[in-house]
């Protein structure tokens, strides 16, 4: 086992910030880093550029393949799923011995990293359980008795776990009390790129300009957007409404879809916006308690916000007055768009910049550096 060698796995490692920041974190820290993650296929170019540019920093990317896994299938890829678990305890199996920690980030990955413990006893590395999102309170077709099996097993993992972690306060609800004294806040704020891109795109000068990016779901609120007329409207990601979205930027004017963006020209795209639309629906508990990068990354670029009432987030955009709340209903959203004027929205965008260095990467970094001290024992005298 090496002192300061540790594993950070997650199932799609490169399309949120969490594992390349914490990565690039303990990287300058000092640690040797490799990186797990699941080559669906679907994701393989992503990879393959996430591979090379980590590589370039000296970190290793691991990647398991497990056939062509589109996301969003349900049961028709269990296999595929099933095959994914078998493959990661395979993996620690035969390279766990070397890592200190193995840090794994939601239950996907939490699970092979737990069953590998038990099996193997001589796996000596510490476990540390990140939970970005609580897969048995998602918006899916998932059945009620395997979300039960689901939070079952997350709560036998926190067990079993060194350290868990969860990105808001908000997420302790999902958090037994007996865990909640080894549980660490790591929030989902930016870690600025050090390289910025200028992305530019055409907006109007005229009307407001709404940009929604991320997990293109029928729980975000996508298909109350697009019915908003006398603003236009931007969208970037992939997923279940990304045809539908196609379907109405082929069809009207103000309708506007720039497929799949990077983190660099998310922020580009976003910097010449008006306002930055993250309105969940509030009857899925996961977006009760959603705490979304999204909100730290308009933080970042001053830019205001539209949420919803009941998500959590609504208490701190009402607090800092950084943006509006809206109901989840195409009457209330129309209200609130009808009332935006461009002078206020500079006001906002001006407060959500003046409170980001409170929220920012900089401060939950030294907390991420800090667990990892205490568990490896690093910097400490004899």
Not at 145 to 161: D, P, V
Not at 293 to 305: M, Q, R, S, T, V
Request: overall charge neutral; charged content about 20%.
């Amino acid at each position: 086992m090496t002192q300061n060698k540790i594993l950070l796995a997650q199932n799609s490692a490169f399309i949120a910030n969490r594992l390349p920041r914490t990565a690039r974190a303990l990287k300058e820290a000092d640690y040797e880093v490799d990186i797990l993650n699941w080559n669906r296929g679907v994701n393989a170019e992503i990879i393959q550029s996430a591979t090379k540019s980590f590589g370039l920093e000296g970190i290793t990317v691991h990647s398991v393949y497990c056939g062509n896994t589109p996301y969003g299938k349900g049961i028709i890829t269990v296999f595929n799923k099933i095959l994914f678990i078998i493959k990661v305890i395979l993996f620690l199996f035969k390279n766990g011995h070397q890592y200190k920690v193995v840090h794994a980030i939601d239950f996907d990955l939490a699970l092979p990293v737990y069953i590998a413990k038990l099996i193997n006893p001589k796996l000596k590395f510490e476990f540390i359980y990140d939970i970005a999102d609580f897969v048995e309170t998602f918006h899916s077709p998932i059945p009620k008795f395997i979300r039960s099996m689901i939070k079952n097993l997350s709560e036998r993992i926190m067990n079993h776990a060194k350290v868990v972690i969860i990105p808001d306060e908000n997420r302790l609800v999902n958090i037994p009390k007996a865990f909640q004294n080894k549980t660490v806040i790591i929030n989902n704020s930016i870690d600025p790129p050090q390289q910025t891109v200028d992305y530019e795109v055409k907006i109007s000068g005229d009307t407001l300009n709404i940009f929604y990016y991320g997990a293109l779901s029928k729980d975000r609120g996508i298909e109350l957007l697009l019915k908003q007329k006398n603003v236009s409207l931007w969208f970037a990601g992939k997923g279940e409404l990304q045809g539908e979205i196609v379907e109405n930027a082929d069809t009207y004017d103000n309708i506007h879809y720039l497929g799949y963006l990077q983190l660099e020209q998310i922020l580009s795209v976003a910097s010449q916006m008006d306002v930055i639309y993250m309105v969940y629906d509030p009857s899925y508990q996961h977006n009760q308690i959603a705490s979304p990068n999204k909100l730290y990354e308009a933080l970042y670029l001053g830019k205001p916000c539209i949420v919803t009432e009941n998500t959590s987030i609504d208490l701190f955009v009402e607090k800092y007055d950084i943006g509006y709340i809206t109901k989840f209903d195409e009457h209330s959203l129309n209200t609130v768009i009808k009332s935006l004027s461009k002078e206020e929205l500079i006001v906002k965008g001006n407060n959500a910049k003046s409170i980001y260095p409170a929220f920012s990467w900089d401060t939950s970094k030294r907390k991420l550096v800090e667990i990892y001290k205490s568990i490896t024992k690093k910097g400490d005298t004899i």
